[in-house]
């Protein structure tokens, strides 16, 4: 409800465009998985990086990396133009110290330096370094001719574009400076950075997993190579080297924000209290939109009212909006809480109308438990379902997480029809697949049939029939 419009005499009595609307927020991002302001504040309250992460990925375990190598695209690179102060590898051959390479397609040119003459060309659609491991020192780095720009590992193209190919522990030293903050480590927060490089390089191991590609910006994870790097931050990546977190055998999708403003959002992991943010500048917030621009927003014309009308009841005014109802002169429309944060420029979905009388209902997730031991948590009563889900752990878990986790993103995430997840992927109770249950359907998934989702009418017509142990696994999405 519109803030100073509990009462309303007529339904036809709109908001004029100047009004304002006041919300209150908590937190900045998303809310999901590991908060970076309360990892910093558990890290100074004396918790290890084990601890943060067992409380905030709760279903996970402890694993290590079995792919260490990666290739990340450079999205502001078309050309490799490089040399090392130590020499480099090219098509099998070395390149001496103080001789440059020039990529073309798959073919090297050797030059006697940056910008000089040819010395010889060999087939190869990369230049690597004189040893590929991970940790090396400087002077074995690829470097930009002209710019100097440093990268670890080889540089390449892969189908057109310009990609850094190198190891895991690599890639995330150029990730956590820009994704975290280094000088946490001076602050007491070490332990909170040991646990961001856990949190990163699972993150990007799922995502390959998932059929992602891996670039420098958010859409994935910001990579900053060797210029963004910090002795700080390599200390966390080298003291995890090679640790990450797993799912169902797969690795985890471990998805991070600034600040939870006080309790996570849930979704692949149960939501949990997170009394570290109290230190966030982000934890508490107030925005002022105008109802004019609401009204545009949500495309309902004039405003008459903005309502939260489901929030997940975790913290706070409610807790975060799950749904919004924007009402005006031309229409109705609900959106989920995050689409209501983009429409809106917010810092999160976690807000309230000012004002707003009636309650939201309250669609409460799996919450875990708030101390640092965590790990585990009940899934409650599923009675929408035929039987009670069981955990496993088996091949067939593992590939139908993975095959699930990508229909998920495929879908539009959380803001896509199926809404959060609910718990973990499970096998289903005779064995044959695996399920996965979300604020508003469900999916399946078999070797034979893949991952679909169900929700709405579809999804009822389903449980009618008997559900999986009698009609079997869904051939096709049914989303309506």
């Known amino acids: ?156 193209f892969d189908g057109g574009r310009v990609v850094n190919r190198l190891h895991i522990d690599d890639y995330v030293k150029g990730v956590i400076p820009k994704e975290s903050s280094p000088g946490w480590a001076d602050a007491g927060g070490a332990e909170a950075l040991k646990a961001q490089a856990v949190a990163a390089r699972t993150y990007a191991l799922a995502a390959i997993a998932g059929g992602k590609k891996i670039d420098d910006t958010q859409n994935s994870q910001v990579y900053g190579a060797v210029a963004s790097e910090d002795p700080r931050t390599n200390r966390a990546a080298d003291a995890t080297a090679g640790q990450i977190l797993r799912q169902g055998g797969q690795p985890a999708f471990t998805e991070f924000s600034s600040s939870t403003g006080g309790y996570t959002a849930g979704g692949r992991f149960p939501a949990v209290r997170d009394d570290g943010d109290s230190a966030s500048p982000n934890r508490n917030w107030t925005a ?65 109308v000012q004002g707003q009388v009636a309650k939201p209902k309250i669609v409460k997730p799996p919450t ?17 379902l035929p039987d009670k889900l069981i955990p496993g752990s088996s091949q067939l878990l593992s590939i139908g997480t993975s095959a699930l986790n990508g229909k998920f993103d495929d879908l539009g995430g959380v803001t896509g029809p199926l809404g959060q997840a609910i718990g973990v992927p499970n096998l289903t109770p005779d064995g044959a697949g695996v399920i996965q249950l979300f604020q508003r359907g469900l999916m399946l998934f078999s070797e034979q049939t893949g991952a679909h989702a169900l929700i709405g009418k579809g999804l009822a017509d389903y449980l009618v029939r008997g559900g999986q142990p009698v009609v079997g696994f869904p051939r096709s999405d049914v989303l309506r």
Not at 27 to 39: E, F, P, V
Not at 319 to 329: D, E, F, L, P, Q
Not at 332 to 341: D, H, L, Q
């Open 368 to 384: 875990g438990p708030d101390g640092p031991g965590g790990g585990s948590f009940d899934l409650g009563s599923l009675s929408s």
């Open 1 to 156: 409800m519109v803030a100073n419009e509990a009462k309303r005499s007529s339904d036809d009595i709109a908001l004029t465009a100047g009004s304002q609307i006041t919300l209150i927020g908590h937190g900045l991002g998303h809310g999901r998985g590991m908060g970076q302001w309360g990892a910093f504040g558990y890290a100074r309250k004396g918790w290890s990086a084990q601890q943060i992460l067992r409380h905030y990925y709760g279903g996970t375990t402890a694993g290590k990396v079995d792919r260490p190598e990666i290739s990340v695209i450079l999205t502001g690179k078309n050309s490799v133009n490089v040399h090392a102060d130590a020499g480099m590898r090219v098509g099998g051959q070395m390149v001496a110290p103080g001789q440059a390479v020039s990529l073309s397609g798959n073919t090297a040119t050797i030059t006697t330096g940056c910008g000089g003459g040819p010395v010889r060309t060999v087939t190869a659609p990369s230049v690597e370094p004189i040893n590929m491991g991970p940790s090396r020192p400087a002077n074995e780095f690829l470097k930009m001719c002209g710019s100097n720009q440093a990268y670890r590992g080889a540089l390449g």
């Open 288 to 352: 002022t939109v105008n109802a004019g621009s609401v009204g545009a927003a949500f495309g309902v014309g004039a405003l008459r009212s903005l309502d939260v009308v489901e929030a997940n009841g975790l913290g706070a005014e409610n807790g975060r909006a799950v749904k919004v109802r924007a009402v005006g002169s031309s229409g109705t429309r609900e959106v989920s809480g995050e689409e209501a944060r983009t429409m809106l420029k917010l810092k999160s979905s976690w807000f309230a």
